[in-house]
């Protein structure tokens, strides 16, 4: 039986619901906006705002231009569900990317994580924060980077050997370092330019960054 327990105008917390009944949902909820996280029978369902969707495509723009820019592949998930019923654990990010594993699922046209490498990078804003511990169920699948966004800025987490996240200086993913405080210096731009503009001043910071490194 399904309790609810926060009515809130963003989010609602349910208690007690099977994996059978949060499948069920998510298949009702598929053409709504909207991000249901699951863990071991509790849902969060929440809203999302215009700060949360703006900042996550920006984000995801810059991840998309460095791939570029380094020549890698890429394999965009969006806000695909990844869960895992073993772990009773499943939830959407803002965007995840398969960088290194994008071959691998190249051709797919459904992913499950049972089989399939789970995304090698993941976006997570934090604008109305989750009663969930959604960092908690990133390490349960396995998620090797995490980029978490929140009211202090922009964090790096990377998967450790015990499976769980740690900050880093500077993301694995890419050839050569980027740094939060990187990307942090092209945000803050967004004040004053339109993103077209932001992401013309960032490509030309990756190339100079590269021809310095090869000079």
Known sequence: MIKTRI???????????????????LRNFEQRHLRLTYDRGRLE?????YQHENMGAFLGRLIVTLTEEFNLPIRSGGSTTLRRRKKKKGLESDNCYWIAHEAEVRNNE????????????????????????RMRIYESLKIPEV???????LTFLVLNASEKHDAVAASPTFPV??????????????????????????????RAKLAAGQS
């Open 7 to 25: 009515p809130e105008r963003q989010k609602l917390i349910l208690e007690n619901v099977s994996w059978d009944e949060y499948t069920r949902l």
């Open 45 to 49: 369902i929440m809203t999302l705002s």
């Open 110 to 133: 459904v992913i499950n994580l049972r089989i399939d490498p789970p995304p090698d990078l993941a976006l997570e804003v934090d604008v109305t924060r989750s009663s969930m511990n």
């Open 147 to 153: 980029w978490r966004w929140n009211k202090k800025g």
């Open 177 to 206: 370092p980027i740094s939060p405080a990187d990307l942090m210096h092209f945000i803050a731009m967004r004040g004053q330019m339109d993103d077209n503009a932001v992401i013309r001043e960032f490509r030309a910071w990756i």
